[in-house]
Each structure stands twice: as structure tokens, then as C-alpha cells.
């Protein structure tokens, strides 16, 4: 009736499960659930603290509902284990139902179900004795397992295929929390192979292939049991309809499945083991219908099983052959798995898989995206000498199309396997600049070293590969790399007079038709400034490569000498210093001579010089950071590079581990004993800015001076970022050879004032040179004084070493540090610099920051 008396006396509504789904149902909002909800858990709590044990079943069978719906149910857990301990079906049924749901092997209060699945799996009711296996299948946890696992054995040989079957579920569970029980199941198992329940063979098989997977060992005693296994397998294969098993015409596939992938354990490596299943996996293959997935699954895991096992060559035909028919199937899924599968099986037998090697191309055509990688994949292992242009050609069909985040990889992958089986270096040649030209901008570095290191390793090719280039940038000079565009401009540069004769095979370029295009790059409005740097490099050494031409030679002039006035500190100083070079006739020649031949640049070969102190680095955020060197001990730094190729024009610098200038202005701190201030000179640089608490210093640090970019443009002799002319060791006023204007005052608070002494460099009136002089007007000394600046992008800045940390109090002393400045925009743009003072005073350390904008016009 719904109703019950509870032992307080009082009458307690309990509503059946129906009605409740019913109630939740009809609920208009989340709110009226809840409510709903509530309500209920509040009527089930009555009924379970009134211990009524007639309805204990229905309200776990609510509460059960109720954690489905996502609602706390932890505190029903107990009266699932009344339920448990019960006698009648029903309920054990709900309380095993609601172990499984509401408690997991985490649950303490497991250990109080032990002794109920004890008794349970000994029931002669099979459904409760299978209710007490399953729960245990489910949520026992490692001590279970160990103390039911004697129980477990016995019951695998129980008359009663329902409790074997699920005894082998059970045995799955003990192995996987116990795997050092694995061996007293070995002489067990075998037994259920000879049952005719499908049942207890399917678990069977299972609880096998988990043996095999948890303990290798016993492979090996299980591969008796091989022939068992082949007999079960040709029964199924061979066996009329029947009906209880069968589906879509198949008879029973998830067993034929399971037999198939316990066959691929115990074949693998045992070539008598494979030898008694080659005729069932044959017969497996050619007698399996295909038109249903069903018969795909299980064919599926027969080639997957011919591969791993010692099978006959005619077999893995078979096998790849199933493979070539799954790539013709509509089914994109099945056309993956096949394209997936011959990926790894390709390295096994390469002329099978040949066979099908037009299909898997035509996969490039298919709208779906993961096809495409996966035949690119495969395309790439079939590739060798005998194919390599047909192949080839088909990825450069593909090139234009595929996605722009795919197209660096295609274009890198096409160059590896033309570099590795290119019947010729001229082929080899022809191909990379064709791939090159269509990638657009998609060349990165390594490729295009790549192609640099083979032409100068190569003197028969250098004509034609110039001339090639040539021709390819005079096609198209706004949509190719800049990349591309450098190592075009380089080989004329290095080899324009291989240009002049037939003899390499290729087109003959007269020297004005190479000088045209340099021109036609230099006036390019896409030619970033390194181009434009590898122009001026490839002008002067097209002056000796016609150095018979005299019309050629005026023309290299004519082509340099706007560059002398540029604003672009590098091509100004290239353009003046090739200019004089032009004078120095005896020298000339030798210096132009042509480069030896370079090695391929490995990948992340920038990042590896990053790591020691001469290459680029990344400063986290994505903007390069560019490594920085300790100056020379006696105070002075070169920092100018060679620019005909990284002679040392003096001793060199010794490394340290230095803070690194951000590549966007300039920042600088040597201070004589105190370094540089911070962890690096970008976190230097955010405390300038007010971003950031100051950082400790690195001991011993004298001096950072920005560095320039390593990588290609070294290699290709792009020369090094635009840098300031050494330091001298002169006074300002030295320098200027006269007075110079009064100082200025850059910083004055706390009694610590800092003047600014301001000087021009005599030979480039673009050049500040700042000496900066500290005074304490306190009557304490300043110790481990610090001194940061840093200034916009358009200047570059130089700091010696300061002359001291300390500076003395009462005005009784100073501390002097000069500044070098270079200001690109000189006459557009005044000179300004950000600031950043640290000093002990008192035992207080003080972090003070400023702006200096009160240079004067002239500076």
C-alpha cells in the first residue's frame, strides 16, 4: 500500500521508483528538482533511521536513482550492506547493485562485505552467486583479491557454466590487483578452453590474454594450448548459421576477435606456434564477408595478426592485400585504420605494400584531414630510388593545397627524401628550388642551409644552381621566403662568374642581367633589412667576380653608394667600408675570394650556441632575446664583427654566464664590482619599466653589450645586428679634441645627485659619448652602487665599468661611468634614456628610477 509503521510510531510515505523517476520528471526547472530531490532524501533518511527493513530495497533503489542524477547518496552506503547480508534474492540484487554504484575500491567500508561474497559465491542460487562474483569483478580491492582469490579458483571448475563464466570475470580483477598470483591460474585456464558454453570460452580467452600481458612468462607455457585455440577459431569460421550467436551473418565475432588476438601473443617469435595457425588465418581471411563492419573488425585484427606472428610471405601478401581493400572501402574510418596499420607494417614488407602505392596517393585527395596526414606518412617510407620522382611529383601536386600549419612539414619532409634518393644533384637541385619557390613563405633555416652547404660542396652544380635561382627570383620576387631570396642573392654574390659561360648546363645570365636583380631587390618593398645587408655583400663581390667589366663595376658602385646616408647603422657602415675597399686594390681580391664550402647546419644548432654564449635565444615570451658577452678584463670591448667573414680583431672576450639584452632597445649595467642587476637583462629591463621587484646580481659581471642574431646569417655571411664602434678608453673631452657643453643633471634626490658629461665621437656625429658622474651629498657613504639604463629602439648603447661601488659621503668623492650612445634617427629623433639606481645607504638598500629627456638639441 505505500505505507509502513516505523518503530517511533509514527506512519512514514514511501513512494515506489516509477512514481519518483515520474515526479522527477515533471519538474519545470532545476529548482523544482532539487526540491523534489530533497524531499525524498529527507522521507528515505526517516525510513533508514527507523530500520524497516521491508522497504530497504525499494529506498536503495531510489537512492541509486538519485546518485545517477548527480545528488550526494554516501550516506545510504551502509544499507547497502544490510541488503547484502539479507537472505532474499531481490535484495541482494539492490545491495549488490548499490556496492558497484555508490562505493568504489576506496570505500573502507568494503572490508565489512568480504565475508558476505565469501558465502555468495557458494550460493546454490547461480544469480546470487554471480551477483557476488560480479561485485567483486568490480570494486574489490587488492586484500580482497588476495584472500578470494583460492575461492575464485575453485569456482573455475564449477559444473555451472554461469559461475565459471563469471569466475573468469573475477580471476581478471585478482590478476590485475595481484599479478604475482598469475601462476596459480596457469594450470587452471586451460580447462575452459574445451567448453562449449561461448561464455565461459570468450572470458576464457580474456582471462588468457590478460595472463600473457601481465606476466610475459607465461606465454610460453600457454602456447600448448595453441591448437585448442585453432580448433575453437575453425569452428566458428566453418559452423552453419546458428542463431544464438550470430550477428550480421557472422558467428559470433567477439569471440572469433578474442581468439585472434591471444593467437598474436603466442605466435609472436614462435615459428612452430605459427605454423598451426597459417591455414585458419588464411581460411579467417578469404572466407570472412566484408561487406558488414563486423566482418571488417575481425579482419581487421587478422592482418594484425599475420603481421606479428612468423607467418609464410604469401600470408602477409594476403594480409597487406586486406589492407588495399580497406583503403577502396566509403567508410573513412576504415580507410584510416588501413592507412594506420600500413604505417606500421610498411618497414616489414615495402613491395606489398608498393603494390598499393596509387590508392594511398589518391588518399592525398580526400577531403578528410587525418586521411591526408596518414598517407603523407606512408608516402614518405615508400619513397626510395626507383620512385623517388614519381613521388615526389605527387607531393609537389599536393604542396599548394594542404593546410598552412601542415606546409612547413610537407615542404622540410619533400627535401629529405630528395636530399636522401635523388637519382642526381642536378635533379636534387632542380626539386628543392621548385619546393622552395612554391612553400612561399614556409622555408625555414635548416632547409635552406641545407641547400647552401650542398651547392659549395659542389663546384660542378654552382653555375647551375645560380643560374636557377636567378631565374626563379626574376619570376617572383614578393611571394618566395626571404630566406629563398638570401641564399639567391648569396649564390650570385659567390659564384656570378660560373653566370657568364654555358659550360655548367644551364642558362647563360650576362653581368648586367645578375646586377639587374640585385637591384630589383634592393628597390623590393618586401626586402627586409638582411636582405638588403646580403645585396650589399653580393654587390661587392660581384665587383671582383667581373672585375673585367668595367661597365659592371661602375654599376656596383652606383648600386652601393645611396646606402653610405641609409638609417640602418649596418648597411650605412657596409656601404662605406665596401666602398673604401674598392681603393685597396692589392688586398682586394683575396679578400672577395670566394667562401669554402660550409657544413648543413644541424637542427636547433642556435639554440646549442644559444646555450654557450654565441647564438639566439628565446626570452619566454616569443620576442628573440639575443645572447650578450662579458667585456675584455682591461676594461675595453670590439664589439665590431668582421664583416668579410668573423675575423677577431683582437683577443677574444671571455664568456660568462650573462644576463641577455632584449633584442627591442638597449639596457646595460656595469658597474665595476656589482654586474648587472638581474636575472636577465629583459628582467632588467621590466624593472626599468616599474614591472618588476630589482634582481639579484651575478658576481663579477663588468659589463653587457647587446649581441647580434647567429644562425643562417652567419653562416651565409649576413654579418651580425648593427653594433656601436669600440669603446675608448679616452675621457669625453679627449674624444672631442675641444670643450665640451656643461653637464647636465640626469638624477637628483636622497642628496645622490648624477651629471651627465655630454661629448660628440669625432668621426660619426651620430655618437654621444655620456660621462656620468655620481656624488653623495649625505654623510654616509653609498655602497654596492648599481647603475641601469636602458634606451629606445632606434639607439644602441655601450657602458664601461663604473670606476667604483662606493661612493663617498659629505661630496668628499665620485664615481664616474662612461656612456656610449648611437642614435639611428640622429636629427629626427632626441636621445632618451630610462634610468634605475640601487645603493646601500645605512644598512638600507634604496632602488630608485628616472627618465633623462633633457639632452640637448644638438644630441
Not at 166 to 193: G, H, Q, T
Not at 246 to 275: C, H, M, W
Not at 476 to 487: F, K, M, S, Y
Request: proline content about 5%; glycine content about 8%.
Amino acid at each position: 500500500e505505500g505505507r509502513h509503521q516505523g518503530r517511533a510510531g509514527h506512519t512514514t510515505m514511501s513512494i515506489r521508483l516509477r512514481e519518483l523517476i515520474r515526479n522527477v520528471r515533471a519538474c519545470k526547472t532545476q529548482q523544482d528538482e532539487r526540491a523534489c530531490i530533497h524531499k525524498e532524501c529527507a522521507a528515505i533518511r526517516t525510513a533508514f533511521k527507523e530500520e524497516n527493513s521491508e522497504l530497504r530495497h525499494r529506498n536503495v533503489a531510489k537512492l541509486l536513482f538519485i546518485h545517477m542524477l548527480g545528488y550526494p547518496t554516501h550516506w545510504g552506503q551502509m544499507e547497502c550492506l544490510k541488503l547484502v547480508a539479507g537472505t532474499k534474492f531481490p535484495e541482494k540484487r539492490v545491495g549488490y547493485l548499490g556496492l558497484m554504484i555508490l562505493l568504489d575500491e576506496r570505500a573502507e567500508v568494503l572490508m565489512l562485505v568480504e565475508n558476505s561474497l565469501k558465502n555468495d559465491m557458494h550460493h546454490a542460487n547461480q544469480y546470487i552467486a554471480g551477483l557476488a562474483l560480479c561485485s567483486m569483478a568490480n570494486i574489490a580491492t587488492e586484500e580482497i583479491c588476495r584472500d578470494l582469490s583460492p575461492e575464485v579458483e575453485t569456482l573455475l571448475s564449477n559444473s555451472n557454466p554461469y559461475v565459471r563464466k563469471k569466475a573468469c570475470i573475477c580471476a581478471i580483477r585478482i590478476l590485475k590487483k595481484n599479478p604475482e598470483l598469475v601462476e596459480n591460474y596457469v594450470d587452471k585456464v586451460p580447462s575452459v578452453l574445451g567448453d562449449r558454453n561461448h561464455g565461459v570460452l570468450l572470458t576464457g580467452v580474456k582471462l588468457m590474454y590478460q595472463m600473457t600481458q601481465l606476466d610475459p612468462s607465461t606465454i610460453e607455457p600457454l602456447r600448448k594450448e595453441v591448437g585448442a585455440l585453432v580448433r575453437i577459431l575453425k569452428n566458428l569460421v566453418l559452423s552453419g548459421y546458428a542463431p544464438e550467436h550470430d550477428i550480421n551473418g557472422i558467428t559470433d565475432p567477439f569471440l572469433q576477435v578474442g581468439v585472434l588476438q591471444l593467437l598474436r601473443v603466442l605466435g609472436k617469435g614462435s615459428a612452430e606456434a605459427s605454423d598451426l595457425m597459417n591455414d585458419i588465418l588464411a581460411q579467417v581471411a578469404t572466407n570472412t564477408e566484408s561487406s558488414k563492419n563486423v566482418g571488417n573488425a575481425i579482419l581487421y585484427e587478422c592482418v594484425l595478426t599475420i603481421v606479428a606472428i612468423e607467418a609464410e610471405s604469401g600470408l602477409r601478401v594476403l594480409a597487406i592485400n586486406i589492407l588495399g581493400r580497406f583503403l577502396g572501402n566509403r567508410d573513412n574510418n576504415i580507410r584510416y585504420v588501413a592507412l594506420n596499420t600500413l604505417v606500421q607494417v610498411v618497414n616489414t614488407d615495402v613491395a606489398a605494400v608498393q603494390r598499393h602505392r596509387q590508392t594511398i596517393v589518391d588518399c592525398l585527395k580526400d577531403p578528410d584531414v587525418s586521411l591526408r596526414r596518414r598517407a603523407l606518412e606512408l608516402i614518405y617510407v615508400l619513397v626510395n630510388e626507383s620512385n623517388v620522382e614519381s613521388l615526389v611529383g605527387e607531393l609537389l601536386a599536393y604542396l599548394p593545397v594542404v593546410e598552412s600549419e601542415y606546409k612547413e612539414d610537407l615542404v622540410t619532409k619533400i627535401c629529405s627524401v630528395v636530399e636522401q634518393y635523388a637519382p642526381d644533384k642536378q635533379w636534387r637541385v632542380d626539386t628543392i628550388i621548385k619546393t622552395l619557390t612554391m612553400s612561399g613563405a614556409y622555408v625555414s633555416d635548416e632547409l635552406a642551409s641545407s641547400l647552401v652547404s650542398l651547392i659549395s660542396k659542389s663546384p660542378e652544380i654552382q653555375g647551375y644552381t645560380t643560374s636557377k635561382l636567378l631565374q626563379a627570383l626574376k619570376e617572383d620576387l614578393v611571394n618566395v621566403a626571404q630566406t629563398l631570396v638570401q641564399v639567391g642573392v648569396w649564390c650570385i654574390g659567390e659564384y656570378a662568374d660560373t653566370l657568364l659561360d654555358a659550360s655548367h648546363g644551364g642558362v647563360v645570365v650576362p653581368a648586367s642581367e645578375a646586377l639587374d636583380l640585385l637591384d630589383k631587390v634592393l628597390r623590393s618593398v618586401t626586402s627586409s633589412v638582411t636582405t638588403k645587408e646580403y645585396v650589399l655583400n653580393a654587390l661587392v663581390k660581384c665587383s671582383a667576380r667581373f672585375s673585367d667589366n668595367t661597365e659592371a663595376q661602375g654599376r656596383v658602385r652606383s648600386l652601393m653608394d645611396p646606402f653610405r646616408t641609409s638609417i640602418a647603422l649596418e648597411l650605412q657602415q657596409r656601404s662605406v667600408e665596401y666602398s673604401s675597399l674598392f681603393a685597396q686594390t692589392n688586398i682586394r681580391s683575396g679578400v672577395l675570394e670566394r667562401m669554402p664550402a660550409m657544413e648543413k647546419k644541424k637542427k636547433n644548432q642556435a639554440a646549442q650556441l644559444a646555450a654557450v654564449g654565441g647564438g639566439a635565444e628565446s626570452n619566454g615570451g616569443g620576442a628573440p632575446v639575443a645572447a650578450v658577452q662579458a667585456p675584455k678584463p682591461a676594461g675595453e670591448q670590439d664589439l665590431l664583427a668582421d664583416i668579410l667573414g668573423g675575423m677577431d680583431m683582437g683577443a677574444p672576450a671571455p664568456q660568462a654566464a650573462t644576463p641577455q639584452a632584449p633584442a627591442l632597445g638597449a639596457v646595460a649595467s656595469p658597474m665595476g664590482g656589482g654586474g648587472g642587476g638581474g636575472a636577465g637583462a629583459a628582467d632588467m629591463l621590466m624593472d626599468l619599466l616599474g614591472d618588476a621587484s630589482p634582481s639579484p646580481a651575478p658576481g663579477g659581471m663588468p659589463g653587457v653589450s647587446p649581441g647580434g642574431p647567429a644562425g643562417l646569417a652567419d653562416l651565409m655571411g649576413g654579418g651580425p645586428s648593427p653594433q656601436l664602434p669600440p669603446m675608448q678608453a679616452a675621457s669625453p673631452m679627449q674624444a672631442m679634441g675641444g670643450a665640451a657643453p656643461g653637464p647636465i643633471t640626469a638624477f637628483e634626490k636622497n642628496n645622490l645627485v648624477v651629471r651627465f658629461g655630454l661629448s660628440k665621437d669625432p668621426g660619426n656625429n651620430s655618437i654621444t659619448i655620456v660621462e656620468a658622474t655620481f656624488t653623495n651629498g649625505n654623510a654616509s657613504p653609498m655602497s654596492d652602487l648599481v647603475f641601469q639604463a636602458a634606451v629606445p629602439k632606434y639607439m644602441k648603447m655601450q657602458m664601461q665599468p663604473a670606476s667604483g661601488t662606493m661612493v663617498p659621503g659629505g661630496n668628499s668623492g665620485t664615481v664616474t661611468q662612461t656612456i656610449k650612445l648611437a642614435n639611428s634617427m640622429q636629427g629626427q629623433k632626441p636621445i632618451a634614456m630610462r634610468i634605475k639606481i640601487e645603493y646601500t645607504l645605512d644598512g638600507n638598500r634604496v632602488t630608485e628610477t628616472g627618465e633623462v629627456s633633457n639632452f640637448p638639441p644638438m644630441y
